[in-house]
């Protein structure tokens, strides 16, 4: 495999459009819904999202991507996370972990957690201490659970329904099918060593 690593950028939204699609269905993202990912992964000429093919990224297959809100541009109080229990002294400079997507047929040759790693690297310059996601429990065979547990993932609590308010989904749900989903987010939290601003 020829690995090629890119920011995210506005050329790479139809590869993140199509791998999306084919992975958490039709109409996940939307155009819309990556510039705003884009303005919110982006600190300066830091961006904390990124976008790794097969190759030249023209020719190549994607592989796969990681969404991530840089620290300071996403809100934790959304009723969602219970910064409270973080063990973060300033929120602030917390990153929130979105979105991360790999190509079935690229799946378990580290792809995921080398997007990961960039991900942290990237948001501790930016002055991030620690990382949060909610997971999807139900993932097949669990993989979202353990991939995040595996880089140093600690449950911090558990939303049952979570994303049921989004009321009824075009693109369906892979687990609970077309309507609302009733799926569970396991909120996570990744504590970083020391930052660096170099």
């Not at 791998?19 to 982006?42: M, N, V």
Request: glycine share 10%.
């Amino acid at each position: 495999m020829d690995r090629r690593l890119y920011k995210l950028s506005e050329e790479h939204f139809d590869k993140v459009i199509e791998l999306s699609d084919s992975i958490f269905g039709k109409g996940f993202f939307s155009r819309e819904d990556l510039q705003k990912a884009l303005e919110a992964s982006t600190i300066g000429h830091w961006c904390c999202s990124s976008i790794m093919y097969d190759g030249d990224k023209s020719k190549g297959n994607i592989t796969g991507f990681r969404i991530t809100a840089a620290p300071g541009k996403w809100d934790p109080h959304n009723g969602y996370y219970t910064p409270e229990d973080w063990g973060v002294e300033d929120i602030a400079k917390v990153c929130h972990f979105r979105t991360i997507a790999i190509n079935p047929n690229y799946r378990r040759h580290g792809i995921a957690t080398t997007l990961l790693n960039i991900s942290i690297e990237t948001v501790q310059k930016m002055g991030a201490v620690a990382g949060v996601a909610h997971v999807w429990k139900e993932s097949p065979k669990n993989g979202a659970f353990r991939y995040f547990a595996d880089n140093g993932g600690k449950i911090v609590a558990v939303w049952l329904d979570r994303w049921t308010d989004v009321g009824s989904l075009d693109q369906g749900c892979l687990i609970c099918g077309e309507g609302q989903c009733h799926c569970t987010g396991l909120e996570m939290i990744i504590h970083f060593g020391e930052t660096s601003n170099e």
